[in-house]
């Protein structure tokens, strides 16, 4: 079994591997594809390796095939894991007040008698509302647990699932058929299932609010007409990153039905254009990260007050008067902007900055060669509260201002000056 720091470096890398390839690709530098399909390979590898690398526990439960109840199995794996003596309690007695929160945050749980309950009341002394199996699936592997959650679902009507880098695909019909009246949060991150199936959780749960769909690489439009439709009154936030295959059909389907949609994550979704953001346009939007999405560049046609974070690192034509609208739009509302290796930016987008955003604190200019001197002197003068500033690879930014005590002079309270390595 790999370590897990050893698993976690090579998640990086494999990641590091994905993004040039994805950048070779949109340049159209030869062999680039075949880079691409070795990366995605390499991090699928490396995601698989991360789940793999978790510790076991004792079989001696499940090896012996007598029949226990399901709930009691839960039980007894749950004391198996927490140390005895930290718990001060016999091992047929230890508190769910200790036990639990390793696979549920304390503040989700009502217990009927707390002081009387144990770890083998779970069935009827405890209502589970907000359930993270990642501490589950580490403490049991990937079998036990998945073959233990369906009652515990069955069971419980839950407002908040997280199963983010769970191999749990096989729980999601029972999900469906459980949970689709209660569930408000659902993360799904990385969890690689059949995009029909997802497709119907996301169809038949009707009070979804926040939703996590990273990496769902398979998942097409139908997906988000049928998220829309069911639980597009309540839903406010939504990370479709990575979801490759989505086009401006399913955003436009999206909006339609999610009047409240406050955040939305579509970081590698390369098949949208300007459509796409012409409809996510008059959305009360707080935060938009579209990282690496190169033919997005209408930013400005965003009309929300509130947008508090954006990212459009890597759009190749997003200009200087764009993002100068956009801040007279947003004003004192944006406090994080991501311009990195924006090519076409110049000093209109920092002159605009700092007349009208005063409450920015992090700002990334990294690799842009046009913005200067100039620029960077009205951001000084404008945008106090900046903690975070990259001009790194700003060729036009000259010596004058890199020479030690002149950036920290003009910007008192950046502590972080390099956002990229």
């Not at 309690?89 to 639990?100: C, V």
């Amino acid at each position: 079994m790999a370590e897990p720091g050893a698993t976690q470096e090579s998640l990086r890398r494999a990641e590091g591997k994905m993004e040039r390839a994805e950048q070779a690709l949109e340049a159209g530098e030869p062999g680039a594809a075949a880079r691409l399909a070795a990366a995605e390979a390499e991090l699928e590898a490396a995601l698989d390796a991360m789940l793999d690398a978790q510790p076991d526990v004792d079989d001696e439960y499940f090896d012996d095939d007598d029949g226990k109840d399901p709930d009691e199995a839960f039980a007894w794996h749950m004391r198996k894991a927490v140390d005895a003596s930290a718990l001060g309690a016999e091992d047929d007695a230890t508190p769910l007040d200790a036990a639990l929160p390793l696979i549920l945050p304390f503040a989700s749980l009502q217990c009927k008698g707390r002081a009387q309950a144990t770890s083998k009341t779970i069935g009827e002394g405890v209502v589970v509302d907000d359930l993270d199996a990642r501490p589950l699936y580490a403490k049991l592997g990937n079998a036990k647990a998945t073959a233990l959650l369906p009652r515990l679902l069955t069971k419980h009507r839950l407002v908040a699932l997280n199963l983010e880098f769970c191999r749990a695909a096989s729980l999601l019909d029972v999900i469906a058929e459980t949970q689709h009246a209660s569930l408000k949060r659902l993360n799904l991150n990385a969890v690689d299932a059949d995009p029909l199936i997802v497709t119907r959780v996301l169809g038949c749960c009707v009070r979804l609010e926040v939703v996590g769909l990273f990496r769902h690489v398979r998942l097409e439009d139908d997906a988000l007409v049928a998220l829309g439709k069911a639980s597009g009154n309540s839903l406010r936030e939504l990370s479709v990153s990575g979801c490759s295959l989505l086009t401006d059909t399913g955003i436009a389907a999206l909006v339609a039905h999610a009047p409240s949609l406050s955040f939305l994550d579509a970081t590698r979704c390369s098949k949208l254009t300007n459509a796409s953001l012409e409809k996510l346009a008059p959305l009360p939007l707080t935060g938009l990260v579209c990282y690496a999405n190169a033919a997005l560049s209408a930013y400005g046609a965003l009309r929300s007050p509130l947008l508090r974070r954006l990212d459009c690192t890597g759009s190749r034509d997003l200009t200087g008067v764009s993002i100068a609208k956009l801040a007279r739009t947003c004003s004192t509302h944006l406090e994080v902007l991501n311009l990195s290796w924006c090519i076409a930016i110049n000093d209109d987008a920092p002159k605009a900055l700092g007349a009208h955003c005063p409450n920015l604190s992090w700002l990334s200019l990294h690799g842009n060669r046009t913005v200067t001197d100039v620029g960077i002197n009205a951001l000084a003068a404008g945008c106090l509260q900046l903690r975070a500033l990259d001009v790194s690879g700003c060729a036009g930014v000259t010596d004058y201002l890199r020479k030690e005590g002149v950036f920290e002079a003009k910007f008192p309270r950046v502590v972080t000056w390099t956002l990229h390595t």
